[in-house]
Each structure stands twice: as structure tokens, then as C-alpha cells.
């Protein structure tokens, strides 16, 4: 309370020394803004503050501005403004993520009738699930990643969906790349376009993982193809053209080349089409929570997040995947931008104090940026001499 007063105090001498034309301006200043600084509220650390209070309490100093409460906690406002501040906390949960692994079984019957030969899938619970409905065979959430394992009582139905099972398909390497992703910052924020094409490149960069997981199998196994399946048909076929010869000490620059075009290749083939609605719900989940600031494209950030979900095994296939980009983004329709377009305007209108201040700063500058929070300072303080700050 003190400090209040000698600031109080300060300002009012101030004041007086202005005369009475500059009384009739503070009138002026605080009619206009009394009702926004009063009723616009910001959450602190855990307290609720107005505009008002945290502006008459916010000082200048050699470390930036600082906000003290009434408890004599001090706050940067950096810190509170600074948008890498939240997508850092909201990294560091992922961070900590303990990772669970379920292994879910599926049966497998066949018709009897001949001319009705398709497969039923049944869950463990004995739900039936259509042909057209196969289950995936893997999926990874957050925390959970769920493998699918195949198993029939007839051994040549058996023999038929093995290649949808772990053995073969490696299918948790490819959800566990995904987790592996997610730690590597594939969730930060960018603009949509971007976040879009880096959700498929996170598809393409578990697909490459898995490849290679198939790779070691076939390695592991005397070289048996039949452990590299009909997913990565190209691979395959280019080692029984004798185009490249698998070896297990490291991969020459020439087969992560191949592999990594190849795999890049045949998922926008066959796969683009039935990802891309996936794919863009998922980077407007990613970016709910990103403010305005947040979601302007920055490719220096793009480039560092791909460069670490392409690093796989301690081989970097960025180098060979990176050119490629601009045929997703080239696949991104008129509808998709318009679509953007209005969450950006969204996001615009919808800024917050803070998030407009962090903005003005990275548009604008600093000095702008200082320029506001002084201005605003005055403000609280005029507001505050005139009894209006109630």
C-alpha cells in the first residue's frame, strides 16, 4: 500500500505542475478508457487481475517490465506475453508422456460359401467388423499406442493376413516413429499450410521407420523378402533387380536415396488421398490453441522440426525428402485455403490484450511495442488519480 501511495503521490504532483488544461485531458483519457481497463481481466500466475490493476502495478526496470502483485510476487511480462513460452509448457507435457503399449487380437473367419469368400474381422469382444471396415492395424494416441494382431483357426487364412501382423508389418515401429514425432516437436505451432504438409511428412517419416524396421528383419532373417511386404513393393523389387544389396553395417547414401523416395512416392500414390482429410483435421487440432502470432508461417522452425523427425536410426533422410515438399503443398485446394483463411480470422479477432501486444512486437518492433505499454501505464494511472478505477 505504500508503494501505491508514493506512486500515487508522484503522479499527482506531476499533475499539477500541468495546469488545468492538462486536468481536462486526464478527464478526457480516463472517460475513454476507465470502462476497458476496468473490465478487460487477465490471469496471472494464479490470480485474475483487470487491465487496470496490472498496468498501475506494472514498473520498468533492467530486466524488462515486471508486474507485482499484492503478495509481492514478481512477473515478466515477456513471460506472460510470449507465446513460445506456452508452446514450451505445452511441449514439456508431451515431454512427459509415459507411453503405454495394448496389444488388441483380432479373429479371422472365412465364408464357407464360396462365392462369398471375404474375411469377417472379429474383435476379442466378439463384435463383427465388415471387410470393407478392416481394422487398422495399428494406432497411436497420445499416450496409447494399440497394435492389431491377426489370428485365425483355418492355417491358410492364417497364412494370409500374417503380413498385417507385427512380424511382418512392423507395425508398431511405424506408430512408435509417431511417438517418437510427437517428441520431436512435429505438435509446435505454425501457420496451416505448413502444419498440414508436416502432418503428412509425419505419416511419410513413420512409413520410412517402418521400411527400415522391415529392412533389419529381412537382414536379421537370411535375407527372406517375405519380411519385406507389398507396403514398400518398390524396395523390394529393387533389391531382386540387384539395384542396391542391403547390408548390415550401415546404408550407403544410394539405398537411403532409394528408400527414401520410394517410400515418399508410393504413400502419395496410394495413400495421399486417404489421408488428407485426416491429415488437415489434425493440424487444426494441433493449432486450437495457438494464437495468431503463432500461426504465421515460419520456415526456419519447419525446417529444424523436420530435420529431427527424418532423423531415423541416426540416418538423416532430410536431405533426401526435403525437395519433395512442394508436391504436397502443391496438392493443398482452393477450398482448404479458404478454409484457413477464415480460422486466421478467427484467431485475428479474437486476440486477447496480451496476444495483441506480442504481435505488435514481432510486427512492429520493440519500440512500438514499448510505446503501447507506456501509453497504457499513463493510463492506469490517470484512471487510477481520478478515482476511477472501481
Not at 41 to 46: D, W
Not at 68 to 95: A, H
Not at 275 to 300: G, M, T, V
Request: with cysteine; proline share 2%; hydrophobic share 35%.
Amino acid at each position: 500500500m505504500k508503494n501505491a501511495w508514493i506512486k500515487k503521490a508522484g503522479f499527482c504532483t506531476g499533475i499539477l505542475l500541468c495546469g488545468v488544461s492538462s486536468y481536462s485531458l486526464m478527464h478526457q483519457i480516463a472517460k475513454e478508457n476507465a470502462g476497458k481497463f476496468n473490465n478487460t481481466y487477465f490471469v496471472i500466475g494464479k490470480d485474475t487481475v483487470s487491465m487496470q490493476d496490472f498496468y498501475y502495478n506494472l514498473e520498468n526496470s533492467n530486466l524488462g517490465w515486471i508486474y507485482t502483485n499484492n503478495q509481492g510476487e514478481k512477473f515478466k511480462l515477456d513471460s506472460i506475453s510470449d507465446y513460445t513460452n506456452k508452446e514450451k509448457s505445452k511441449q514439456q507435457l508431451l515431454n512427459d508422456i509415459k507411453l503405454k503399449h495394448i496389444v488388441d487380437t483380432i479373429y479371422v473367419s472365412q465364408s464357407q460359401d464360396s462365392a462369398k469368400s471375404k474375411d469377417t474381422f472379429i474383435y476379442k469382444n466378439k463384435d463383427a467388423v465388415p471387410y470393407k471396415n478392416m481394422p487398422s492395424m495399428g494406432i497411436y494416441n497420445f499416450d496409447i499406442i494399440k497394435i492389431r494382431e491377426f489370428t485365425a483357426d483355418n492355417p491358410n487364412v492364417q497364412e494370409k493376413i500374417d503380413k498385417n501382423n507385427n512380424k511382418y508389418n512392423c507395425t508398431f515401429r511405424h506408430e512408435f516413429q509417431h511417438y517418437l514425432n510427437t517428441l520431436a516437436d512435429i505438435r509446435k505451432w505454425n501457420s496451416y499450410p505448413v502444419k498440414y504438409v508436416e502432418c503428412c511428412l509425419d505419416e511419410i517419416s513413420a512409413n520410412l521407420a517402418q521400411c527400415l524396421e522391415q529392412r533389419k528383419n529381412y537382414l536379421a532373417h537370411g535375407k527372406d523378402l517375405k519380411y519385406i511386404t507389398k507396403r514398400f513393393a518398390s524396395y523390394k523389387q529393387a533389391i531382386i533387380d540387384k539395384k542396391i544389396t542391403p547390408q548390415s553395417q550401415h546404408i550407403s547414401e544410394d539405398e537411403a536415396s532409394l528408400i527414401a523416395n520410394a517410400v515418399f512416392s508410393s504413400w502419395m500414390e496410394e495413400k495421399y488421398e486417404m489421408y488428407s482429410s485426416q491429415e488437415k483435421s489434425r493440424a487444426k487440432y494441433f493449432l486450437q490453441d495457438a494464437p495468431f502470432a503463432a500461426i504465421q508461417e515460419d520456415l526456419h522452425k519447419h525446417q529444424k522440426v523436420m530435420e529431427k523427425i527424418f532423423t531415423i536410426d541416426g540416418y538423416s533422410f532430410w536431405q533426401h525428402i526435403s525437395h519433395r515438399e512442394q508436391e504436397i503443398f502443391a496438392k493443398i485446394t482452393p477450398e482448404m485455403k479458404k478454409e484457413w483463411a477464415l480460422l486466421n480470422k478467427q484467431k485475428f479477432d479474437n486476440m486477447t490484450h496480451m496476444e495483441k501486444l506480442e504481435y505488435k512486437k514481432i510486427t512492429q518492433g520493440k519500440d512500438s511495442y514499448q510505446q503501447d505499454i507506456n501509453a497504457n501505464k499513463i493510463k492506469a494511472r490517470i484512471i487510477s488519480f481520478l478515482g476511477k478505477n472501481r
